[in-house]
């Protein structure tokens, strides 16, 4: 049984897709062990509380990323977590957790990497570069989460057509549908295969 671990930030929709799919078997011999947000706001813990799943909250304001390290591998250890899916988590994960976690950490990304992405490209404003961009396609990426931002590996990736009648928030709500669809594929991949 593989032990998951997923960090949010808010609504959590891609949490909530990889805990239905590891409830249906769509990821194969898995259990999500613990969800942290950082935030004590986020609508996916209300979610989470309702499914039974652990949960905590890191909180990183007034504090190092070697504070923040330091808690976040107390919340997880025990827990024996073999893989970490960053769902919508807009905070940077430090380093030195990155290189004492012994397991995987993956992050999904509004966009098809190496296309903007990196500091400061989350949420909507993503969407708003893309289209000012005059892409004609958009999509979303799963990779492995290195010591950078947005820079590891990439796992999974899907597109879709960007129509002239698009705005930021149409194409959100296209690429978002992407995201749901393949964050669990690429979870029972780096799982199972
Ligand atoms: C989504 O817009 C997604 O692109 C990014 O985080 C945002 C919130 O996702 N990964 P969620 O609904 O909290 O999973």
């Given amino acids: ?8 930030s808010g609504t959590g929709t891609n949490m909530m897709n990889v805990v239905e799919a590891v409830s249906t078997g769509e990821i194969r ?3 999500v062990e613990l969800i942290v947000s950082s935030s004590v706001n986020a609508k996916g813990l209300v979610f989470a509380k309702e499914q039974g799943i652990d949960t905590d909250v890191i909180l990183y304001k007034g504090k190092s ?11 997880i250890a025990g827990r024996d977590i073999d ?11 430090p380093e030195a957790f990155i290189d004492g976690f012994k397991g995987d950490i993956i ?8 296309l903007f992405c990196g500091k400061g490209f989350y949420g909507i404003r993503v969407h708003e570069v893309v289209i000012s961009s005059g892409m004609k396609v958009s999509g979303a990426t799963v990779h492995y989460v290195d010591g950078g931002v947005d820079t590891g590996e990439i796992i999974m990736q899907r597109c879709c057509e960007i129509e002239d009648t698009d705005t930021a ?3 959100q709500k296209k ?4 995201e749901h669809e393949i964050l669990k594929l690429a979870v029972d991949k780096v799982l199972n295969e």
């Fill in 29 to 31: 011999d898995a259990r």
């Fill in 175 to 178: 690429v978002l549908t992407i």
């Fill in 107 to 114: 992050n999904i990304h509004p966009s098809l990497i190496p």
């Fill in 65 to 75: 990323l070697d504070e923040v390290s330091t808690e976040l591998s107390t919340m």
């Fill in 83 to 93: 893989l970490i899916v960053l769902a919508g988590f807009i905070k940077i994960v």
């Fill in 1 to 8: 049984m593989k032990k998951i671990a997923i960090f949010i």
């Fill in 169 to 171: 928030e149409t194409l």
